[in-house]
């Protein structure tokens, strides 16, 4: 296929967000293309000192009903539609003019919904019906219109635009693709607001229908295993702090299971603000710490299960140093190795290790910000608030005899962190801010007890003196015996097995201190 470029004559402004629109306006104006636009998009271009036809005068029919008819005529959609070679003598007959070039991007509805205390009126009055019409006709012809939707992409265009003098088919294309994801994102959220919230002001939990976007960062070597096909999407607007911001700075190309385990890492790790290390293997974490440094925190996350750790994930919260980077390789070899930034002398460290993926993910918010899950299943989706209850252990029922030190409290909440993100069914041993064993995803709870002892012995770790946190309560008080026969001294669960009575009395039975949360972690 050649090129086939477009010369682009006359263009057509009506934006909302004006970023970069003088940038734009000059360049057009620069090669000769005539501006066509509407109320304060033109008013900025005139103040530039480019000349601008309003559009009114364009269409010569005014605009009206405070703003909400004035590109919705056949001067403007037929400029749009009109296809070269077939519709040539309608548009002459008809003084109809083409246009090359729409530039729009819509009203802010997103922003306007999201502020505090927005009326369904003013809701309403932000959903813009002439912009997607434009978009919608200008992409449906993208063999002759170029259609612009992202003040990103003007520069670009610019720059084609001034080398070739005119934009390719295949740009025309990719932004003709562009613009009906954005008009179907505006839409999705329009259906989802409307179907959410009734006439009343009633506000459901959930939408009636559903509507998500995301978009393509990569294509994966494969998906979780090399038969499956993979990639990966993130959301519009990722977040500071997520997966989908985060970007590579070196390594291999990321796995579809190596994005899964930095995410479950990244989860974890941001339940602590003092100098915290993660360590996840296959969705699990094998190893966590905090302590008054990275580096401290790390070689202690590491000592809780060696062998694990192997061909792990790390995440870090905060900078990395060239310290714990000479540390990390000097112990084992990583995978990935994710955190919000690094020090220069930490990156020169990780290129010794070409392979070594290393990944930025910025900063996050101190306090958790509410988010959705979302889980696929066969003809359906599951969707929930992402788990980001806090506790206090202050606040929380004791029900043992014995009442909990404070370095137990401590370490109550330090597990207590932890086993949110290990899958059910957890158990979390800890003490002095480091995990002493884990035991992950076992059918019966006692079993996930005994593994978390057997893998403090595997590693050579002292469990006396240590507490123990269960993500469920304890059907029956096998769990607690098998915890003290370890030598676990306090126990946090939550309580709420019709056998709450016989698991307290083996915690009194052993001497252990228990509390009961109230809250649930299953991890599934």
Known sequence: MTQNRVPIRRALISVSDKSNVETLAKGLAEHGVEI?????????????????????????????????????????????????????????????????????????????????????????????????????????????????????????????LKTYGGISHANRHILAAKAFAHTARYDGLIANYMSIISDTQEEKDFPRYLTTQFTHRAELRYGEN?????????????????????????????????????????????????????????????????ESDLTLAYLKAFATDPTSAFGGVLAFNGVVSGQTAETIL???????????????????????????????????ATEPEPWLMYKRVSGGLLVQDADIQTLDVDQVQIVSKRKPTRGELEDMQFAWKVVKWVKSNAIVYAKDGQTIGIGAGQMSR??????????ADDAELKVTGSVMASDAFFPFRDGIDAAAQAGITAVIQPGGSVRDEEVIHAADEHDIAMIFTGMRHFNH
């Not at 005139?46 to 008819?69: A, H, K, N, W």
């Not at 519709?87 to 991007?105: F, P, Q, R, T």
């Open 226 to 290: 090399p038969h499956q096909r993979g990639a990966f999407f993130v959301e519009p607007n990722a977040r500071s702090g997520t997966i989908g911001f985060a970007h590579q700075v070196q390594g291999k190309a990321l796995s579809y299971n190596n994005i899964a385990d930095a995410d479950a890492a990244l989860l974890c790790i941001k339940e602590f603000t003092a100098p915290a290390c993660v360590i996840v293997k296959h969705a699990n974490p094998c190893g966590v710490a905090v």
């Open 446 to 455: 006692v079993m996930s007890t005994r593994i978390a002892s057997m893998k």
């Open 36 to 160: 066509l636009s509407t109320g304060g998009t033109a008013q900025l271009i005139s103040g530039l000192g480019i000349p601008v036809t309003e559009i009114s005068e364009y269409t010569q029919f005014p605009e009206m009903m405070d703003g909400r008819l004035k590109t919705l005529h056949p001067k403007v959609h037929g400029a749009l539609l009109g296809r070269v070679g077939i519709d040539d003598a309608v548009m002459v007959d008809h003084g109809i003019e083409g246009i090359d070039l729409l530039v729009v991007n819509l009203y802010p509805f997103e922003q306007t919904v999201k502020k505090e205390g927005v009326t369904l009126d003013e809701a309403i009055e932000n959903i813009d019906i002439g912009g997607p019409a434009m978009i919608r006709a200008a992409s449906k012809n993208y063999d002759r219109v170029t259609v612009l939707v992202n003040p990103e992409d003007y520069q670009e265009m610019l720059e084609e």
């Open 330 to 364: 000097d112990k084992q070899f990583a995978e990935v190795v994710i955190a919000p930034s690094y020090e220069e002398s930490a990156l020169t460290i990780f290129a010794t290790k070409k392979n070594l993926r290393v990944i930025q993910c910025g900063e996050w």
